[in-house]
């Protein structure tokens, strides 16, 4: 009988011991390329924005993987018909302040989106919604202008949802001071250009992260990131340069995680502004003067792949027939003098360093193949908030490095992104070619669809209205205590399962 008692008094210790182990314990942080724009995610959506976001907020959907979209706040839903869809929210779902998740916030937050007013970054994408209606507490109906094929996967992308009362007790600018979610962490404090701290959310409606504190940090500098990971003052960070992954996996305290990703890399080329880049000649010319295979062997060590056009095959409507321009320095030469440019063109070329993988080591060596050529151009070092609000406001002189991770994996995004009028990345458009982008939108059927992103992607690549560079490859340096991270090849850092 003793016996007995004491191995259940030991179970029971046991599982209690297990238990107690179950709270989130001791911190993570991860180091990123950039600085986070805002708190408010209407305002931005580079993807150091959108890795914070999904810490502090959930959506209806969000991605697997393999960018298939899967219930979070919503648990299901149905099609009433082409234009009019139904969800199933979960129950039980708390902010971080108490208040319990209702279809009234979710109609708050869509219509907050899709009101001109707020100057959302992603309204090009929820434009295609016409009303949010609550059925009761716990069912929402979104109703489209027309047929809408991925709603879900833009509810997945960035429609993030906010406790409605008490963003209207506080006002935007004060409730985006202190923010308040339903998503695995808690906002706690933000010193920019330093760190945000964030504390676990224990009443997690998918269970308490693993972790008491996720610190968010941004170090732009490629060497102070990998110094803080060697010496264990970081756990994950992004962008280690292919030349120094062997440093990293031969090291005692971490290891990579390397991937191919969705991020396209290209020149975004000012067509709006009057000068020689309004001349497709000219435009052409650019992309037969960069040699894209020699700086994925000499400068990515193989970390990426060419493209003809701002889509990789993650993508649906990707047209794998298209061919990436070629390197041909003689023919980027006679189409500047048949342009009316034989002496060649003046142009500034705009870049981040330290936002992506060896940005500015990449620009650099562009500028060296321009000039081969007779393109003689200045590069600028930007910091990545000032250079984003420059893209943002149409304010881009010439040409400017940047890439796109599209995260639903749908050509809609790059496409209305870069070649819609109302976009604000957007430097080139035509009538005709708007309207093709709008109707594949709208097109329910994947194959007519499909036909029409060819006729946009062979248009584009015609037009180059980009300079098109490369899909990249990523490598993250994680700590060898760190368990339960796998990269993505969308680029979103999830953390809550993430431990020490």
Known sequence: MKKAVLIIFGLGLLFFTEICSAEPKGDLVV?????????????????????????????????????????????????????TWEFALRRGVKFHNGAVLTAKDVKFSIDRMIDPQTKAFPYPWF???????????????????????ILLKRLGQDLIILPSDLFREKGGEAFFQHPVGTGPFKFVSWIINDRMVLEANEGYWDGAPKVKRLILRAVPEVSTRLAELLSGNADIISNIPPFLV?????????????????????????????GPLKNKSVRQALNYAVDKKAIIENILKGSGVPRAVNLSPYQFGFDPSLTPYPYDPAKAKKLLAEAGYPNG???????????????????EAITGMFKAVGIEADLR?????????TLMSKKLQDLGFIGLADTTQDADINLTLYFTPESTYSYYSTPELAEKIKRARTTMDEKKRLEIYKEVQREIYEEAPLVFLYQQMDHYGISKKVKGFQARGDEQLVLNQASK
């Open 127 to 149: 434009s295609t919604i016409k009303e949010v209606k609550v059925v009761d507490d716990h069912t929402v109906q979104i109703v489209t202008k027309s047929p809408d094929p």
């Open 381 to 389: 070092i930007v910091e990545w908030g000032t250079y984003t609000q």
């Open 31 to 83: 180091c990123q390329g950039a600085e986070i724009n805002s708190l408010d995610p209407a305002r931005h959506r580079a993807l150091t924005d959108l890795n914070y976001s999904i810490q502090v907020f959930d959506m209806l959907y969000f991605r697997d993987e393999k960018a298939n979209p899967v219930p979070r706040l919503a648990l299901s839903h149905k099609v009433i018909n082409d234009m």
């Open 345 to 363: 063109i003046k142009l500034v070329l705009n870049t981040p360093s330290g936002r992506y993988l060896l940005d500015k080591e990449v620009s």
């Open 246 to 274: 062997s440093q990293v996996k031969e090291s005692a305290n971490a290891t990579v995680q390397s991937i191919l990703t969705g991020r396209v890399q290209f020149l975004c080329i000012n067509c709006l502004a009057d």
